[in-house]
């Protein structure tokens, strides 16, 4: 029962199959999830946001003290090169891109000359896009009982191989018949769903958790935030409770891999008329052409 | 500037040397820290506390709904052979056994049937003993500002590949020229080191944080409960804060690769006279006899 998967994995300068790409036990990405990454995709064939992403990535390695093995700069090239390579080998279809930078080979312990040698990789593979019905339909939510990850024991801003906590979170909105979770923190207060952020509307302005609630500023997020104010929608960001979910009149979720999808119930409750709503379709149509316009800018394309 | 590492890998079956056990990117042990795992140790060529380690790591395979691709017993007969194949390899030695079920090969995802074969691991080396000055003289702690993790978050009695925190926070402790940390919990108080757990002595009755704190309750922590249950110690499991550790006699920390390590010093203070205490040595000589005696029992070896 092994899954093909199309796609493949760049290791170190190599290019191997899906099942060929193996890194060491004792690399302590394994051992510890001591490691980082991005999740990116390409559109018409152009990675969005590739210098945030990268940013991002060089931030995460930082709080947790993991020398990137190359600049931003050599990062950029093989990421291009290595789409290049998928359309190559594959054909020129929109990818997903995962990079990962682990703390390499090393003996059992924590400090950090065991391990002299970060791996870089990157997976490459076919977009897995979500099913059209859920961005015409919404998708049902669950506010599950485990807590997000409080910053000051692990910060939701370090993208890192530490993914529990979500992926926790996630199992526990599939048990209960949910396509995802959204988690609150110790206060109460809402912070993000287990990959991707959450905004909702109320009399026609946008409102989304504050980044002291404990969550990851999205590159999506900030996307939106930039958006919003081009078309002069009303944003406010702040600490928001589940009552304010609750009493929404639309509400929707974001991320670079699944763009904006509409939420229309959370724990088996309507979010206003248990349909996707005015302001996040035209966000939803909006955000288009800002997908456009920022891949426009970061390649230089003629528009 | 590689490191050679006395030992081997077991994995999935096949014996491999340390540079060669490797596992696929794609194994979610690697992506998201899916995995658990026990340490333990030998003495004289006997794992302590073997069925105990094996019981924990199958409770916590059950929290993160990982299934143990063998059962208990087939366990416990694979780490004994491995241990032989050790002893056969190099010489008979004292081993540091590791443990990993992770959660194996698939496809980007959280769900559960994405990877149906989770990857059985053994990591077998020399045992890494502490400095025996660090016993004699007591090492310095530091109590560091990163908390520990929230159980309602990821519960600490999860020994689990999501690692991260404790690692950043031994980080911080090294920084400021600690031997490891001591984390508090976010209502500030005492819980455990980043692999041990804590102990203190004030008027002659020893103290440790309660699980309610959010600790793994570790075992060699359980083996001096009933060390000190038939030596008539009293000892006291409740709510501790940081002024509890300065105003104590004697601290030390446990854990089943360490055993009894005093603390001397906690955060550039003294802690009683700054050496180890009386309590403190006897314990850590009294449960000596108990590591033998445990071991006697569960190897039913002849007294």
Chains 1, 2 share one sequence.
Do not use: W
């Not at 359309?87 to 924590?110: A, Q």
């Amino acid at each position: 029962m092994t899954q093909k998967i199309k796609g493949f994995i760049y290791l170190n300068g190599k290019i191997l199959e899906m099942k060929q790409a193996k890194i060491p036990v004792l690399d302590h990405g394994f051992l510890y999830g001591d490691s980082v990454y991005e999740t990116l995709r390409t559109y018409n064939g152009y990675p969005l946001q590739l210098k945030d992403h990268i940013d991002r990535l060089f931030r995460s390695a930082k709080s947790i003290h993991l020398p990137p093995p190359k600049n931003k700069k050599q990062f950029k090239a093989i990421i291009l090169k290595t789409i290049q390579a998928y359309f190559k080998k594959f054909k020129k279809e929109d990818v997903y891109i995962r990079i990962i930078i682990s703390r390499g080979f090393g003996d059992i312990g924590f400090d950090l000359h065991l391990c002299p040698s970060p791996n870089l990789i990157i997976i490459m593979k076919k977009v897995s896009v979500i099913p059209q019905k859920h961005y015409q339909n919404g998708v049902h939510l669950i506010l599950v009982p485990r807590i997000r990850n409080n910053p000051k024991a692990l910060d939701p801003n370090i993208k890192s191989g530490n993914y529990l906590n979500n992926l926790l979170a996630y199992l526990e909105a599939k048990r209960k018949g949910g396509f995802d979770a959204i988690m609150l923190n110790a206060q109460g207060h809402l912070t993000e769903g287990t990959r991707s952020n959450l905004f909702l509307v109320h009399k026609n302005k946008l409102y989304t958790p504050h980044l002291k609630s404990g969550l990851l500023k999205g590159l999506t997020r900030s996307l939106i935030f930039e958006t919003c104010k081009k078309h002069k929608i009303p944003l406010i960001e702040k600490t928001l409770k589940p009552k304010d979910l609750f009493l929404a009149q639309e509400a929707f979720t974001c991320s670079s891999l699944q763009a904006i999808l509409p939420v229309v119930r959370v724990s088996h409750k309507k979010i206003g008329k248990g349909k996707p709503g005015p302001l996040t379709k035209k966000l939803m149509h909006t955000f288009q052409n800002a997908i456009e316009d920022s891949i426009r800018r970061e390649h230089c394309l003629d528009s």
